[in-house]
């Protein structure tokens, strides 16, 4: 038996933060209530497993931290990302622990994707060492740049711990923190690169920030199409849908983001086990989102014929946890 793999959802929200007010979470509780109503609830092991029922637009929150993923189950740690969600991982872990090694994984340098940094906590302990992997050239400008005088007022040299960046080329198997690694590049504006994770023969796949254009003439439905064989057998693939069909389509045509088709068409062919939709629109409400999942549910029912195709779909949010 092999070690599991864990994969947490630190940030999922994509381009902006997007925290929800007061007004919301009373319109949940209000909503909840209602459901319940009529109810007898005699222990609160009662009540936790009602609320565990609810679609996440009534009973939860998709969160609004910028994208970050932990994998764990190397030797150290190994992070994709560093929106927001990086805080709170540097946060989850034990105060004042030294000594660590953190590999982070770059998809591009978008502000979304970099902006945890200033605030991810082991970054100010001497001792720990933070390796910043990226396949663009300016991987340290683009940090340091952000934590220039004018916008933060720690430089990125006076944080502490050792940052060192080390440019990768796509194609290649790197291995790195326990994990064989390889990158793809992808569609989106100045371009993106796509991770695939593999040890004790699983695979997870980080690719977010990339547009997979699905129209009747595209790469994309090619048997060639170089995905494909990145999503190959993957156990898990995160993936960037933030939107339906016809957005895709229409209104956010070229802006480098793919939809929900796209995640199931090319998990489906990839032969992927479980597929996480990722980088929600920051301007989804919950129920937007409950929608997207349901819609590419019924996707995946109808693109397979009703045949109960075993891949799994989910949308990302904040604080999921998943085991491969
Ligand atoms: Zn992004
Ligand atoms: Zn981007």
């Given at each position: 038996m092999t070690k599991p793999i864990q994969v947490r959802f630190w940030g999922t929200r994509g381009s902006t933060p997007a925290p929800i007010g007061a007004g919301t979470i009373r319109e949940k509780i209000i909503r909840a209530i209602g459901q319940a109503r009529g109810r007898a609830f005699e222990t609160d092991e009662e009540i936790a497993q009602f609320v565990e029922g609810l679609p996440m637009s009534v009973g939860g929150y998709y969160g609004g931290n910028t994208p970050c993923v932990e994998i764990k189950g190397g030797e150290e740690y190994v992070i994709c990302d560093a929106g927001t969600g990086i805080r709170d991982f540097g946060h989850s872990?034990?105060?004042?622990?030294?000594?660590s090694t953190f590999h982070i994984f770059m998809s591009h340098f978008h502000w979304g994707h970099i902006q945890g940094f200033p605030f991810f906590?082991?970054?100010?302990?001497?001792g720990n060492l933070i390796r910043i992997y990226g396949f663009h050239g300016g991987m340290e400008r683009a940090f340091e740049h952000q934590q220039a005088c004018a916008h933060f007022p720690v430089p990125l040299q006076s944080m502490g711990a050792k940052v060192q960046f080390v440019r990768l080329k796509p194609g290649r198997d790197y291995h790195i923190g326990g994990f064989t690694v390889r990158g793809i590049e992808q569609r989106h504006p100045g371009v993106s690169y796509g991770y695939r994770f593999e040890r004790d023969g699983k695979a997870i796949v980080y690719s977010t920030d990339a547009e997979h254009k699905t129209s009747y003439?595209?790469?994309?439905?090619?048997?060639?199409?170089p995905f494909i064989d990145f999503f190959?057998?993957?156990?898990l693939l995160i993936f960037d849908a933030p939107y339906d069909w016809s957005e895709a389509v229409?209104?956010?045509?070229?802006?480098?983001h793919s939809d929900y088709t796209a995640a199931v068409e090319l998990s489906v062919r990839a032969n992927v086990k479980r597929l996480c939709m990722f980088h929600?629109?920051?301007?989804?409400t919950d129920e937007r989102l409950d929608m997207l999942l349901d819609d590419a549910r019924n996707y995946l029912k109808i693109r397979t014929n009703?045949?109960?195709?075993?891949l799994k779909i989910d949308l990302a949010y904040d604080g999921l946890v998943v085991e491969v």
């Open positions: 872990l034990a105060p004042g622990a030294e000594g906590a082991p970054a100010y302990a001497p003439e595209s790469a994309a439905r090619e048997d060639s199409y190959r057998d993957a156990d229409l209104a956010k045509d070229d802006h480098g929600s629109e920051p301007t989804h009703h045949t109960g195709h075993p």
